[in-house]
């Protein structure tokens, strides 16, 4: 089992910074990806940032240039560096793991979402 732990929403105002962060825990026996997703009000859960264990990224196009997503050396943590915030930013933001949890076992785990509000 794989626990995901997201720390680091709130409530800015436009053009403010935000760093989210996603500490996976538990049965993990690689990493394939880890990601940040959000959903707003009303609208389907969107991809804002990928990062592979090879280290490629994949960035909305709607946050290119702004966000930047990392992971620490030991690679169980994910951040999202988010900058220049903008009200359409506003939602939800999950995290999402995609791994090995046996020798042969890949599966894929949502974090229990945080807020990000953006006031304009």
């Known amino acids: 089992q794989v626990q995901l732990v997201e720390s680091g929403g709130g409530l800015v105002q436009a053009g403010e910074s935000l760093r989210l962060s996603c500490a996976a825990s538990?049965?993990?026996?690689?990493?394939?990806?880890m990601g940040w997703y959000r959903q707003a009000p009303g609208k389907q859960r969107e991809l804002v940032a990928t990062?592979?264990?090879?280290?490629?990224?994949n960035y909305a196009e709607s946050v290119k240039g702004r966000f930047t997503i990392s992971r620490d050396l030991a690679g169980n943590t994910v951040y999202l560096q988010m900058n220049n915030l903008k009200p359409e930013d506003t939602a939800v933001y999950y995290c999402?793991?995609?791994?090995?949890?046996?020798?042969?076992?890949?599966?894929?785990?949502w974090g229990q979402g945080t807020q990000v509000t953006v006031s304009s």
């Open positions: 999402k793991f995609l791994g090995y949890v046996s020798a042969i076992t890949v599966r894929s785990n």
């Open positions: 990062l592979s264990d090879g280290g490629v990224t």
């Open positions: 538990g049965t993990i026996f690689g990493i394939k990806s």
